[in-house]
């Protein structure tokens, strides 16, 4: 399965990420992923077991974030202290796209306060 | 040479197509498990190979004229290098614009991402246009990879 989906908490919407983002399966992932972007306003990526993540796949991820942001919605990022999370300091998207390291943290970032 | 013996130069040649990606992948794999490379400099050569060849293949033109891609690996003392080649067009990644950290998701342009994680997670990057052909060195060392 390319993402896995799921309706958790306070209308937060979590995708789960796993194993290898690379080029060619980031290719694959970018519909589906505007897709979600463009229908949810909460969105959790958990890239906690991803292994590998290439410029393609954070391109997808930055794209998603700019489509949720864009309709007054946010998009947060989970991810261990690993090299996925290097790649996303050193491209400068954990500037635009908030990272966490535990998913509580991710999920009150992007919830809707009542 | 039988399919089974291995390759002392650890030299792999690919058609310029996204779908070869994949055999460079595990192939480095190999290559750092004979070597008993880190699994940080593993990803860092994985990366930057990745970068390097998804690049060549969506933007040099090689992959519509079917030209072949080769890579190389190989120890240099505890460094890793890497060369790879293409007969693309010319295109010289180490003199690309340095790679402001983008302010707006507008402006993070893919193929200047991949230049950008090269130069980062590679201890060295050098260009040379040789006989009609692009060849990129990349160097890996334990310690930038850490």
Same mark, same amino acid.
């Given at each position: 399965?390319?993402?896995?989906?799921?309706?958790?908490?306070?209308?937060?919407?979590?995708?789960? %990420?796993? +194993? #290898?983002?690379?080029?060619?399966?980031?290719?694959?992932?970018? %519909?589906?992923?505007?897709?979600?972007?463009?229908?949810? #306003?909460?969105?959790?990526?958990?890239?906690?077991?991803?292994?590998? %993540?290439?410029?393609?796949?954070? #391109?997808?991820?930055? *794209?998603?974030?700019?489509?949720?942001?864009?309709?007054? +919605?946010?998009?947060?990022?989970?991810?261990?202290?690993?090299?996925?999370?290097?790649?996303?300091? *050193?491209? +400068? +998207?954990?500037?635009?796209?908030?990272?966490?390291?535990?998913?509580?943290?991710?999920?009150?970032?992007?919830? #809707?306060?009542? | !040479?039988?399919? $089974?013996?291995? /390759?002392?130069?650890?030299? !792999?040649?690919?058609?310029?197509?996204?779908?070869?990606?994949?055999?460079?992948?595990?192939? =480095?794999?190999?290559?750092?498990?004979?070597?008993?490379?880190?699994?940080?400099?593993?990803?860092?050569?994985?990366?930057?190979?990745?970068?390097? @060849? &998804?690049?060549?293949? !969506?933007?040099?033109?090689? &992959?519509?004229?079917?030209?072949? @891609?080769? @890579?190389?690996? !190989?120890?240099?003392?505890?460094?890793? @290098? =890497?060369?790879?080649?293409?007969?693309?067009?010319?295109? /010289?990644?180490?003199?690309?614009? =340095?790679?402001?950290?983008? $302010? $707006?998701?507008?402006?993070?342009?893919?193929?200047?991402?991949?230049?950008?994680?090269?130069?980062?997670?590679?201890?060295?990057?050098?260009?040379?246009?040789?006989?009609?052909?692009?060849?990129?060195?990349?160097?890996?060392?334990?310690?930038?990879?850490?």
């Amino acid at each position: 399965m390319d993402l896995a989906v799921e309706d958790i908490a306070e209308g937060v919407t979590k995708v789960v %990420l796993r +194993g #290898r983002i690379d080029t060619t399966r980031a290719v694959l992932i970018e %519909l589906p992923f505007n897709t979600l972007a463009a229908d949810k #306003r909460a969105i959790v990526v958990d890239l906690t077991a991803v292994e590998f %993540l290439a410029s393609y796949g954070l #391109r997808v991820l930055l *794209m998603g974030a700019k489509i949720v942001n864009g309709k007054g +919605g946010k998009l947060a990022i989970v991810c261990a202290d690993n090299n996925v999370a290097k790649v996303l300091r *050193m491209s +400068g +998207g954990s500037e635009l796209i908030p990272v966490f390291e535990d998913q509580d943290t991710a999920v009150a970032a992007v919830a #809707r306060r009542a | !040479m039988t399919a $089974t013996e291995p /390759d002392p130069r650890h030299r !792999m040649v690919i058609k310029a197509e996204l779908a070869e990606l994949a055999r460079l992948a595990t192939w =480095a794999e190999a290559f750092a498990r004979s070597a008993r490379l880190s699994a940080n400099l593993l990803f860092a050569i994985q990366l930057c190979i990745e970068e390097a @060849v &998804a690049n060549i293949i !969506m933007y040099s033109g090689a &992959a519509e004229r079917r030209e072949d @891609v080769a @890579v190389e690996l !190989m120890q240099a003392g505890d460094d890793v @290098v =890497a060369i790879i080649e293409d007969g693309g067009r010319s295109f /010289d990644p180490t003199t690309a614009p =340095a790679h402001r950290k983008p $302010t $707006t998701i507008e402006e993070a342009q893919v193929g200047e991402l991949g230049i950008h994680l090269m130069r980062s997670f590679s201890a060295g990057i050098k260009y040379e246009r040789r006989d009609g052909r692009n060849r990129l060195t990349l160097r890996f060392n334990p310690a930038h990879a850490a």
